[in-house]
T-cell receptor, first 118, second 109 residues
Framework: NAGVTQTPKFRVLKTGQSMTLLCAQD?????MYWYRQDPGMGLRLIHY???????AKGEVPDGYNVSRLKKQNFLLGLESAAPSQTSVYFC?????????????????FGPGTRLTVL | GQNIDQPTEMTATEGAIVQINCTYQ??????LFWYQQHAGEAPTFLSY??LDGLEEKGRFSSFLSRSKGYSYLLLKELQMKDSASYLC??????????WGAGTKLIIKP
């Protein structure tokens, strides 16, 4: 199993350009997430999905859009990139199980995409 | 607001023991996770606590006190490969993970 994969690994954009980041998972997980990670800050949730065809906003959704047309894929779009969107983007997926009768859903992360917006 | 606090950086010696603390204030609590992240890589899962007490997994242990909003990760018999950032994350009442900024652990020979 490849686990969670992300493309591209690196990208440089100019302000105002658009792009799509692709996340794919082969673990049949229901939940998928997009995070950004900036120096000195924790991972921040951009958008997430609890199943095929569903998406929801996270902590920092502005300037991003997402789609989950297939269970295994979760796309993150930047319509008009800004320098403030320079970051490392991580995709993650998870399944829900129960541990000691409590909900347990460990997240599995992709390798990340390093995006620079000039 | 929601807040997760961890020390920014810690230094320890190879073969020693180190304890990384995490305190949290969140809207609800549905479990606490510790992840390890090597520089330039993705976070990987280390441990999960939902009930008070100690969870042990090999050289790593994690402790939780829900009444104090406190957890720690204990690493024993430190190895050079343990040099990494350690991320504490709490699942809140909406079942979303709130992440700390991470503790960078430097291991010296």
């Amino acid at each position: 199993n490849a686990g969670v994969t992300q493309t591209p690994k690196f990208r440089v954009l100019k302000t105002g350009q658009s792009m799509t980041l692709l996340c794919a998972q082969d673990m049949n997980h229901e939940y998928m997430y997009w995070y950004r990670q900036d120096p000195g800050m924790g991972l921040r949730l951009i958008h997430y999905s609890v199943g095929e065809g569903t998406t929801a906003k996270g902590e920092v959704p502005d300037g991003y859009n997402v789609s989950r047309l297939k269970k295994q894929n979760f796309l993150l779009g930047l319509e008009s990139a800004a320098p403030s969107q320079t970051s490392v983007y991580f995709c993650a997926s998870s399944y829900t199980t129960y541990k000691r009768r409590e909900v347990y859903n460990e997240q599995f992360f992709g390798p990340g995409t390093r995006l620079t917006v000039l | 607001g929601q807040n997760i606090d961890q020390p920014t950086e810690m230094t320890a010696t190879e073969g020693a023991i180190v304890q990384i603390n995490c305190t949290y204030q969140t809207s609800g609590f549905n479990g606490l996770f510790w992840y390890q992240q090597h520089a330039g890589e993705a976070p990987t899962f280390l441990s999960y606590n939902v009930l008070d007490g100690l969870e042990e997994k090999g050289r790593f242990s994690s402790f939780l006190s829900r009444s104090k909003g406190y957890s720690y990760l204990l690493l024993k018999e430190l190895q050079m490969k343990d040099s990494a950032s350690y991320l504490c994350a709490v699942r809140d009442s909406n079942y979303q993970l709130i992440w700390g900024a991470g503790t960078k652990l430097i291991i010296k020979p």
